[in-house]
């Protein structure tokens, strides 16, 4: 794209991204209210305390600290032992109280790292801060009205701060990929973009190259997609770019993203953080943080994805390739785990190479054609695994294997009980009697039979065309085509 040769010659596009991810905890951050709310009809996951009557007493929810601290420890953040929540004031609809509690100077964590692989090259992003706060009301707008639904009002919003380390769109994209990855792998995020329980907002400026002091920056925000997130700041960049270029100024704003007319449109000018008047909230005792539990939580941490791609490629010997589509997705990785775990096949090498050309191939067509996620997949490991089996004890054809793992993916059947339904006659092995089939296809075949020979070798899968009819399907097509090549080969016609 054009913008790759501006920003090579001429500019250097700087970007932070900061993440917001709504916590999987069971009730709110300060009050007992149940967080499960996405169907819910409005307004009736609510209490005073979620509301913001005045005189309520906010009480801190002990497993959003933990989650935070697991993210902040999975993003190799420093934890400090005494941390504390604020108000962060504004007056908005969607903010019941007319402050946020949130965290200003000491947040639960801060100077990590996380890193991307972009280009065959490992990036470094830092992490300034991951820290907590709560989430707003929702507004809803109508033809001359808004409605209020306070059913997200107080749900753990926890938020990762990176440094402006990205230096294009794609690095964005790329890091918002792993962070989601991450948050999915620690069970701390539905990581859902598109149902806005993980939201992403972008700092991004443009300076010549060689400058040192950073250009005027905007915010982007709406962006509901990471290929959104490339996209808007792809066109805030060009954008900023062609203004700097026709000598106008670039102005310190927030603008929103257009996903329908691919356009960021200006929204209001940003605020500055003096504007909030932060101050230590008042009804919350400080968090101390004792270096046991932080080594606790550390202990508690699950395989991240960066240790499973590594661990797939030295232990199975996957390629990067496949170890990085197994790994991107955790439950995708998951069902490939359980696969190997219960086939038979000998040799760890063989079986997990099996058994990842079998997910990632045919488990994952089924599944797209299906328009099915994984954790709907309705062939359980033991059916994947049955598949593997039956076909190496070549007890079916690689052709039947995939007619039959179709069935047991309808069916919900063992490829077992399939192959014995449909009465399959296990694939012709007699070498001595295939190769008797093949030398009747040869004779009766002749015209096929020159033309391979003087160059036609097109007339090659007519001949085994023949020979898988003849064995009504139950030769294998690759040693059928060995004997036929063998044959053709030192016989004249
Ligand atoms: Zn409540």
Redesign the pocket.
């Given at each position: 794209m054009a913008i790759d040769t501006v920003v090579t010659t001429e500019f250097e596009i700087v970007i932070g991204l900061e993440v917001h991810s709504q916590l999987l905890t069971r009730?709110?951050m300060?009050?007992?209210?149940s967080t499960d709310y996405a169907y819910a009809a409005p307004n009736t996951?609510?209490?005073?305390?979620?509301?913001g009557m005045p005189g309520v007493l906010p009480v801190i929810n002990q497993q959003a600290v933990a989650y935070t601290i697991m993210t902040a420890l999975a993003l190799n953040c420093e934890i400090p032992q005494y941390s504390k929540f604020d108000r962060k004031n504004y007056p908005y609809p969607d903010l019941m109280k007319g402050y946020q509690i949130s965290q200003y100077d000491i947040p639960l964590s801060k100077n990590g790292y996380l890193n991307i692989e972009h280009n065959g090259q490992t990036k470094r992003v830092g992490i300034t801060r991951v820290h907590l706060e709560e989430d707003t009301a929702r507004l809803l707008h109508f033809d001359g009205y808004s409605l209020v639904d306070i059913n997200r009002?107080?749900t753990p919003l926890m938020e990762i701060v990176s440094e402006p380390d990205m230096r294009s769109p794609e690095e964005a994209r790329l890091y918002m990929q792993k962070l989601r990855e991450i948050l999915v792998y620690l069970g701390v995020s539905s990581g859902r973009m598109e149902e806005g329980s993980l939201r992403c907002d972008a700092n991004i400026s443009v300076r010549p190259k060689g400058q040192k002091e950073l250009g005027v920056k905007t915010e982007i925000k709406n962006m509901n997609s990471f290929r959104s997130v490339e996209r808007a700041l792809t066109y805030e960049a060009q954008r900023q770019i062609e203004l700097l270029r026709s000598g106008h100024p670039i102005h310190q704003e927030t603008r929103g993203w257009v996903e329908t007319r691919g356009i960021t449109v200006s929204q209001r000018s940003k605020e500055y953080a003096h504007d909030y008047r932060y101050f230590p909230e008042p009804d919350l005792p400080p968090l101390l943080i004792s270096s046991d539990w932080v080594e606790e939580l550390r202990r508690q941490l699950p395989e991240l994805p960066d240790a499973r791609r590594i661990r797939y490629m030295r232990d199975y010997g996957l390629s990067a390739q496949d170890a990085n589509v197994l790994t991107e997705d955790k439950a995708l990785g998951d069902y490939f785990e359980q696969v190997l775990a219960v086939s038979h096949r000998k040799g760890l090498k063989d079986r997990a190479r099996a058994a990842a050309n079998l997910v990632l191939n045919d488990v994952v067509r089924l599944l797209k054609s299906n328009s099915l996620s994984v954790s709907e997949n309705p062939l359980s490991p033991s059916a994947s695994a049955n598949l593997l089996d039956l076909l190496e004890k070549e007890r079916i054809t690689g052709k039947q294997a995939k007619d039959v793992l179709e069935e047991a993916f309808a069916s919900g059947k063992m490829p077992e009980m399939i192959v014995k339904e449909k009465g399959i006659e296990p694939p012709i092995s007699d070498q001595s009697a295939l190769e008797q089939i093949v030398e009747e296809v040869i004779t009766n075949n002749s015209k096929a039979v020159h033309d391979y020979q003087s160059g036609k070798t097109n007339a090659l899968q007519a001949l085994i065309g023949q020979v898988m009819k003849q064995t009504r399907g139950q030769a294998k097509a690759d040693s059928v085509r060995k004997i036929l090549v063998e044959k053709l080969d030192t016989t004249t016609n």
């Amino acid at each position: 794209m054009a913008i790759d040769t501006v920003v090579t010659t001429e500019f250097e596009i700087v970007i932070g991204l900061e993440v917001h991810s709504q916590l999987l905890t069971r009730s709110k951050m300060f009050c007992s209210c149940s967080t499960d709310y996405a169907y819910a009809a409005p307004n009736t996951h609510v209490c005073p305390i979620c509301m913001g009557m005045p005189g309520v007493l906010p009480v801190i929810n002990q497993q959003a600290v933990a989650y935070t601290i697991m993210t902040a420890l999975a993003l190799n953040c420093e934890i400090p032992q005494y941390s504390k929540f604020d108000r962060k004031n504004y007056p908005y609809p969607d903010l019941m109280k007319g402050y946020q509690i949130s965290q200003y100077d000491i947040p639960l964590s801060k100077n990590g790292y996380l890193n991307i692989e972009h280009n065959g090259q490992t990036k470094r992003v830092g992490i300034t801060r991951v820290h907590l706060e709560e989430d707003t009301a929702r507004l809803l707008h109508f033809d001359g009205y808004s409605l209020v639904d306070i059913n997200r009002s107080g749900t753990p919003l926890m938020e990762i701060v990176s440094e402006p380390d990205m230096r294009s769109p794609e690095e964005a994209r790329l890091y918002m990929q792993k962070l989601r990855e991450i948050l999915v792998y620690l069970g701390v995020s539905s990581g859902r973009m598109e149902e806005g329980s993980l939201r992403c907002d972008a700092n991004i400026s443009v300076r010549p190259k060689g400058q040192k002091e950073l250009g005027v920056k905007t915010e982007i925000k709406n962006m509901n997609s990471f290929r959104s997130v490339e996209r808007a700041l792809t066109y805030e960049a060009q954008r900023q770019i062609e203004l700097l270029r026709s000598g106008h100024p670039i102005h310190q704003e927030t603008r929103g993203w257009v996903e329908t007319r691919g356009i960021t449109v200006s929204q209001r000018s940003k605020e500055y953080a003096h504007d909030y008047r932060y101050f230590p909230e008042p009804d919350l005792p400080p968090l101390l943080i004792s270096s046991d539990w932080v080594e606790e939580l550390r202990r508690q941490l699950p395989e991240l994805p960066d240790a499973r791609r590594i661990r797939y490629m030295r232990d199975y010997g996957l390629s990067a390739q496949d170890a990085n589509v197994l790994t991107e997705d955790k439950a995708l990785g998951d069902y490939f785990e359980q696969v190997l775990a219960v086939s038979h096949r000998k040799g760890l090498k063989d079986r997990a190479r099996a058994a990842a050309n079998l997910v990632l191939n045919d488990v994952v067509r089924l599944l797209k054609s299906n328009s099915l996620s994984v954790s709907e997949n309705p062939l359980s490991p033991s059916a994947s695994a049955n598949l593997l089996d039956l076909l190496e004890k070549e007890r079916i054809t690689g052709k039947q294997a995939k007619d039959v793992l179709e069935e047991a993916f309808a069916s919900g059947k063992m490829p077992e009980m399939i192959v014995k339904e449909k009465g399959i006659e296990p694939p012709i092995s007699d070498q001595s009697a295939l190769e008797q089939i093949v030398e009747e296809v040869i004779t009766n075949n002749s015209k096929a039979v020159h033309d391979y020979q003087s160059g036609k070798t097109n007339a090659l899968q007519a001949l085994i065309g023949q020979v898988m009819k003849q064995t009504r399907g139950q030769a294998k097509a690759d040693s059928v085509r060995k004997i036929l090549v063998e044959k053709l080969d030192t016989t004249t016609n």
